[in-house]
């Protein structure tokens, strides 16, 4: 197995044992996928992938490009059945409901599993209160108390507020890129979801917005589940609870993180972990 000592960057993260998250605590189960299936065309993206990501924890899936995490993601909230030609066999469980089930609506599985991409996408056209309003109005919100209540808290969740609180007015387009991913997180967080994928949310950003971003997602799990999409390794380290390990689309390891990063089972993990491939 990997020597600590070959990752320098690990064992800082992972230097004490108050860090360790143990098997044992993570039980609480806010999603769970059985044996997905996904396919573009004849394209078999995503392998019997089977995962139980835990209650108010951050879960990082990490893996090569083409692996098939982003893939993975999507079939959770029902967003890979947008694409044309993809389908999705298996069974995704919110709290015990297959969101796949015959009489779920995909809208409101949607609405309760939340979604942040890879670049930020506010509306173009749309001030940033009516970019963090936007799913609200869909909801058949109007009261005009109601939404600068919910803008607020929203924003102030996706530590924004005190940076636009003076400029609500303006396109959301306007600010940094970095306030724009924070401000696409305050949208989907106005509507109340339980659950928030995030589809490497730091990749179009600089150092200092990517860490922004991290400990957004440290301070969310207190009343979210989160699950973070990351090519970036040393991410998943600092920012996550539990990491799986997907190659070729297949999930081929997951555990504590400090576990998959310092005492990885499968080789193929060791060795994607110090580098050899991707």
């Known amino acids: 197995m990997m020597d600590v000592s070959t990752s ?57 490009s083409g692996c098939g995490k982003s893939t993975f993601l999507r079939c959770l909230n029902r967003m890979h059945e947008l694409v044309p030609g993809a389908r999705m066999e298996g069974q995704v469980f919110l709290d015990g409901e297959d969101v796949y089930g015959r009489d779920v609506d995909p809208v409101m599985v949607r609405r309760r599993i939340g979604m942040v991409f890879q670049r930020p996408n506010p509306f173009p056209t749309m001030s940033i209160f009516d970019n963090v309003a936007a799913g609200l109005r869909l909801n058949g919100v109007r009261d005009r108390r109601l939404l600068d209540e919910a803008v607020e808290q929203s924003l102030r969740q996706a530590a924004l507020w005190d940076e636009v609180k003076d400029v609500l007015g303006r396109p959301g387009t306007s600010i940094s890129g970095g306030q724009q991913q924070r401000l696409c997180i305050a949208r989907a967080l106005a509507v109340k979801p339980e659950v928030l994928l995030m589809d490497e949310p730091a990749s179009a950003l600089d150092p200092a917005s990517t860490l922004k971003i991290e400990e957004l997602a440290r301070t969310l799990r207190e009343t979210l589940t989160v699950v973070l999409v990351t090519h970036n390794m040393q991410q998943a380290a600092r920012a996550s609870d539990s990491t799986a390990f997907m190659l070729n689309g297949e999930l081929v390891e997951f555990g504590p993180t400090a576990e998959v990063f310092t005492r990885p089972r499968d080789r193929r993990t060791e060795d994607y972990i110090t580098g050899r491939f991707g």
């Open 8 to 64: 320098v960057w690990t064992k800082a993260f992972f230097g004490t044992a108050e860090r360790m998250l143990r098997i044992e605590d993570m039980t609480a189960e806010r999603i769970k996928a059985v044996s997905v299936d996904a396919y573009f065309g004849r394209t078999h993206a995503v392998r019997g992938v089977s995962l139980g990501i835990q209650t108010n924890r951050i879960t990082a899936i990490i893996g090569p």
